[in-house]
């Protein structure tokens, strides 16, 4: 489990098929800190730890299935590209964001950009099978960062970025036609659930 609070901002170092696609991430973490096995959600996706720098740099590599590529932006994955980072949930951490399971469902795209003040408001469309789960003052998690949603308009909804987010993660990178991770919020889906089976 995670929270959505970013911890890092890695790189994408190398990306190769074998098999499932491996990727080799920079990092500032420290690698001997990593276990083999461990959980990392990379721009909100979490991928398991299959190799990491150990005794040579601060890196590690994660793989990721047919079925990853296909609900998720990891096709877009090239060296150079910049990917938000959190380690996995410890009991006793803060929770600061909101619960965050690391399984996308979906991708929003990016539809319009405009700076208020010092923030930036973005709007976003989600799949039409995704936005009922999208509600005004409630959260997602796009690209692995804790949002609060603004207001939503059908399938579109509207996201207020501070400056300090966007200097903390790639959310400084943005640009209108970017295709982003969408994680909707586990309790809206569960409220959606129980009012299928209720109704």
Not at 7 to 15: A, N, P, R, S, V
Not at 110 to 121: A, F, L, P, Q, V
Not at 170 to 191: F, P, Q, S
């Amino acid at each position: 489990m995670f929270t959505g609070i970013i911890t890092d901002i890695g790189e994408i170092k190398d990306t190769r098929q074998e098999g499932d696609l491996r990727v080799r991430i920079g990092t500032r973490y420290d690698s001997a800190t990593i276990d083999l096995g461990a959980s990392i959600a990379c721009d909100g996706v979490c991928l398991t730890v299959v190799d990491c720098g150990a005794n040579d740099g601060h890196w590690f590599d994660v793989q990721a299935s047919a079925e990853t590529l296909s609900k998720t932006n990891l096709d877009t994955w090239i060296a150079g590209k910049r990917v938000n980072l959190e380690r996995a949930l410890r009991v006793g951490d803060e929770l600061g964001g909101h619960i965050v399971s690391g399984h996308v469902d979906g991708i929003a795209e990016i539809t319009d950009i405009r700076d208020e003040g010092d923030s930036t408001r973005v709007t976003l469309k989600a799949p039409e099978t995704l936005a009922r789960f999208v509600a005004p003052k409630g959260s997602v998690a796009l690209n692995g960062t804790s949002l609060t949603v603004n207001e939503v308009d059908g399938a579109s909804f509207g996201i207020n970025f501070i400056a300090h987010t966007k200097s903390v993660t790639t959310w400084g990178d943005m640009k209108v036609g970017d295709r982003v991770n969408l994680e909707i919020d586990t309790l809206a889906r569960y409220v959606a659930r129980l009012a299928e089976v209720a109704g």
